[in-house]
């Protein structure tokens, strides 16, 4: 008489949703100076057990709820890539929040409630369905954007973010608009159906598809659409940022894969110098706005924006090839974001935080391993062999090539040799000037053990780049199935 | 039929009627009064059409809720609405030349649209059978879209969770009243009944 199947393949979102309202429950009727503690630790176990879920119920391909939501091994790979990120956002602001004065059990839930956001956005199948993930995410993280109430530059940021969000969710919406009114249907199966079946696309529909674009682009803060991303990233609580960097982007960019490659895949013609565009600019803005940066929450907000441009690159290419470094990318993305949030979570003086790169002057004889560690990221970032983030890049210009797209690899090349210059300054900072002040140890296991297994990742990755990359190229050919 | 029609126009012109009201009266709180009277005619449009569940809605959303706040807004925050009024008259012309371009835009769409042959056949029937569309609405909010109207309700938590989060201040040192202990009060704790003999005093 209850038919399961169609609820069976969001089994771990909806463990997710009912386990965040039982959190709630514990956290309003704890002792207030007891919730917070109890509600993060039990929100971490949520987080990891919806983990196993996600991992448990398999890559099959799954349709749930007639068509919204969708199960194949691209949503389980990016899942579990957000799943990770949320985790270490949230361990890693445990001490952050308690010290700031944000000391609330509402932290961890809105960022469990964010996650499940992410979650839903990754499995959407249908313009509905995009949009409610889309929504549930951001209306969270406008909130803990704006969490450190007090602070004038924290009720900033989250107004900031608030108002402009606002503005793409109407972007992306009247895109919808549009191309449910010229293809009839919102479901992506059908979308795809539609667009391989009609002899040409009308106009309106690619009008749709334009602002559907410019609305997800918004959300991975791409140019143009990059504004809000400084001054939200400088404004907001640190950890906030942390979180920011990592696990929204990478929804967002699964997002954008599985909407231009799924319904719309036929139209990649109309899409593709979109694209291309972005991508490009956002590599330029990305290598050069940041030179001039003295505050590294705004720098990590320029870097971010550059690799986007990195990313995309591999989208612009619209093959399974770069469906697939787009996932690595990604991937190795999360590692360095997270391990280098970790260690600006870490900078502070005298138990004051501090947020400037001059305040990293002589790290390397006051705390060498930070210094390294973060020498490490750095190295990454900027693309050198034989670190990580050399065969992220690598893979994305290969793919890039092989599609004929020689221009964008060779801007992308360009931009990546502008944007080690600000990189390396950092690494100059830590090991050649001197230092004023010296920064207090790092506090708390985790968070070191954060720290040591990003950069651990970071450098045996050299080893099996063939493993993840092949659980990527799997995953991206779940996408070209359908 | 002739009836309907009738309505129709009384309606319309009250609603016209009352939109001209709301911009024109001088007392802001009589706006927000011909502002729900403009919502109650056109809630009896949606009738006439057949769509009472949008009728419903627009009473209970818009009268009950929007232009409830409208009103405390009005009377709580005392803005000085003859203040923002002055020098409007100084916009008549672009107001008018805006407003005479959206009239021809419209009447040359009234003039030139036409149905598509097949389209008379889906407006006329939008309900199947003899189920109503409150009906209709309930049977597929809750089966086909349960998954996007559980996910529209958890983001509506999410903006009560926000909103309590961003606003909620615990004061120290106020006094809160607790029901039960002045329910659980009872005379003997609180009186004393003191014997006085007559002229000694206390």
Same mark, same amino acid.
């Given at each position: 008489m209850f038919d399961t199947s169609a609820f069976a393949p969001a089994l771990p979102? !909806?463990?997710l949703a009912t386990s965040v309202l039982?959190? &709630? &429950?514990?956290?309003?009727?704890?002792?207030?100076?007891k919730a917070l503690g109890r509600v993060s630790f039990l929100a971490v176990l949520v987080l990891v057990g919806t983990a196993a879920l996600v991992v448990i119920t398999g890559t099959d391909y799954r349709v749930g709820f007639g068509g919204l939501f969708i199960v194949d091994s691209f949503a389980v790979y990016m899942k579990i890539l957000v799943l990770i990120a949320a985790l270490c956002g949230l361990v =890693?602001?445990?001490g952050y929040i308690r010290r700031e004065g944000m000391a609330r059990f509402e932290y961890p839930i809105l960022l469990c409630f964010a996650t499940l956001g992410m979650l839903m956005m990754i499995s959407a199948n249908d313009l509905m369905s995009l949009y409610i993930g889309l929504e549930l995410q951001s209306l969270s993280l406008y909130v803990v954007a704006a969490f450190q109430r007090d602070q004038l530059r924290s009720t900033e940021a989250g107004l900031k973010y608030f108002v402009l969000g606002a503005l793409s969710s109407g972007l992306l919406l009247y895109g919808c608009s549009l191309i449910y009114g010229f293809a009839g249907t919102t479901n992506f199966v059908a979308l795809a159906h539609e667009m391989a079946t009609m002899e040409s696309a009308p106009t309106g529909l690619i009008v749709g598809l334009v602002f559907l674009s410019a609305g997800l682009a918004f959300k991975i803060s791409a140019v143009p659409f990059h504004m809000w991303t400084p001054d939200v990233y400088e404004g907001s609580p640190t950890s906030v940022t942390a979180f920011f960097a990592v696990a929204p982007k990478i929804a967002a960019m699964s997002l954008i894969l599985r909407v231009m490659l799924g319904p719309f895949g036929d139209l990649i013609a109309e899409w593709q110098q979109i694209i291309w565009f972005i991508s490009v600019a956002s590599m330029i803005l990305g290598a050069f706005a940041a030179i001039a940066q003295t505050n590294i929450k705004r720098l990590m907000a320029y870097s971010s924006i550059g690799h986007v441009g990195y990313a995309l690159m591999g989208l612009a290419a619209g093959t399974e090839d770069g469906a697939g470094s787009v =996932?690595?990318?990604l991937a190795i993305y999360l590692v360095m974001n997270i391990g280098t949030f970790a260690v600006i979570l870490s900078m502070k003086i005298k138990d004051r935080m501090v947020e400037n790169i001059s305040d990293l002057a002589g790290l390397s004889k006051t705390r060498p391993g930070m210094a390294l560690a973060l020498m490490l990221f750095m190295f990454s970032m900027a693309g050198i062999p034989p670190l990580a983030g050399f065969f992220g890049k690598f893979f994305v210009f290969s793919a890039a090539i092989d599609a004929g797209l020689i221009y964008l690899a060779i801007i992308g090349a360009v931009t990546s040799v502008v944007s080690a210059f600000y990189y390396l300054? !950092? !690494?100059k900072v =830590?090991?050649?000037?001197e230092a004023d002040e010296t920064l207090d140890a790092m506090e708390g296991k985790a968070m070191k053990g954060i720290l040591l297994v990003s950069s651990l990742a970071i450098l045996v990755f050299i080893l099996l780049p063939q493993t993840l990359a092949g659980y990527a190229a799997t995953a991206a050919a779940s996408l070209f199935a359908g | 039929m002739a009836f309907a029609g009738f309505m129709f126009y009384i309606f319309a012109a009250i609603c016209v009627a009352c939109g001209v009201m709301v911009v024109t009266s001088r007392n802001a709180v009589h706006s927000?009064?011909?502002?729900?009277?403009?919502?109650f005619n056109a809630a009896g449009l949606f009738v006439l059409i057949g769509a009472e569940f949008l009728a419903m809605i627009l009473v209970v959303v818009y009268v009950g809720a929007v232009a409830v706040l409208f009103l405390f807004v009005v009377m709580m925050l005392n803005v000085n609405f003859t203040e923002l009024r002055r020098g409007a008259k100084n916009y008549v012309y672009v107001g008018a030349t805006l407003g005479g371009i959206l009239f021809l835009e419209l009447a040359i769409v009234a003039t030139s649209w036409t149905l598509g042959p097949q389209m008379s056949a889906i407006t006329l029937g939008p309900v199947v059978g003899a189920v109503s569309n409150t009906r209709s609405i309930g049977q597929v909010i809750y089966t086909d879209y349960v998954y996007l109207f559980q996910g529209a309700s958890l983001i509506l938590l999410v903006a009560m969770v926000g909103a309590i989060v961003l606003t909620l201040r615990q004061r120290a040192g106020v006094k809160k009243q607790v029901i039960a202990d002045q329910v659980s009060r009872s005379s003997k704790d609180e009186l004393i009944i003191v014997k006085v003999d007559s002229g000694s005093g206390i």
């Open positions: 979102e !909806i463990a039982a959190l &709630m &429950m514990v956290g309003v009727f704890s002792d207030p100076k =890693m602001s445990d =996932m690595l990318y300054r !950092i !690494i =830590m090991y050649f000037d | 927000v009064l011909f502002l729900i009277l403009a919502f």
